[in-house]
T-cell receptor, first 109, second 118 residues
């Protein structure tokens, strides 16, 4: 079965500290993974897709197939990073994505 | 980029009435749209997958007779909550795939609709 686990419901760090939001997945095929972000009172939007191997707003995420993880990292958190973050696994065959439960990140001044 | 709109953004209705929510892809054709419910500070719950010109595929536990989905064109999908009750109060979000942008599984989200049933 396809599953995405975000073990931390809440995560709080101070401004300037490193942050890592964990995401683990289970999928028998070749995974396509995403991170979406939802800022307060805004819509969900794509932050990163693993196939692009890009850095957006200082965030990076590396797909580790051995550990079945796709953790989101940023070396120096900013207050504007405070938001809800969702990890998602795309399933081309099923035509839909599975979302994790989300992690609320709070960056304190 | 691909833009998805929803209308209305907020609706309040009386128990027992029906409410229709529209989801539109503004600058692309969306053969597939998705409907989610989001509870406060909780995850997205996929309700159904809406394919243009065919019946929606509902997730387990979602009543298809209560949540009617119609995807009559490549740019519009509607969700009708029939005989709404207070427990249907929630934030409903739609998303769409744009096969011409990003990757196949990337979704573009609407702003959501806050439904309050009195």
């Amino acid at each position: 079965a396809q599953r995405v686990t975000q073990p931390e419901k809440l995560l709080s760090v101070f401004k300037g500290a490193p942050v890592e939001l964990k995401c683990n997945y289970s999928y028998s095929g070749s995974p396509e993974l995403f991170w979406y972000v939802q800022y307060s009172r805004q819509r969900l939007q794509l932050l990163l897709r693993h196939i692009s191997r890009e850095s957006i707003k200082g965030f990076t995420a590396d797909l580790n197939k051995g550990e079945t993880s796709f953790h989101l990292k940023k070396p120096f958190a900013q207050e504007e990073d405070s938001a809800m973050y969702y990890c998602a696994l795309g399933n081309t065959n099923a035509g839909k994505s599975t979302f994790g439960d989300g992690t609320t990140l709070t960056v304190k001044p | 980029g691909a833009v998805v709109s929803q209308h209305p953004s907020r609706v309040i209705c009386k128990s027992g009435t029906s409410v229709k929510i529209e989801c539109r892809s503004l600058d692309f054709q969306a053969t597939t749209m998705f409907w989610y419910r989001q509870f406060p500070k909780q995850s997205l719950m996929l309700m159904a997958t809406s394919n243009e010109g065919s019946k929606a595929t509902y997730e387990q536990g979602v009543e298809k007779d209560k949540f009617l989905i119609n995807h009559a064109s490549l740019t519009l999908s509607t969700l009708t909550v029939t005989s709404a009750h207070p427990e249907d109060s929630s934030f409903y979000i739609c998303s769409a795939r744009d096969r011409t942008q990003g990757s196949y599984n990337e979704q573009f989200f609407g702003p959501g609709t806050r439904l309050t049933v009195l």
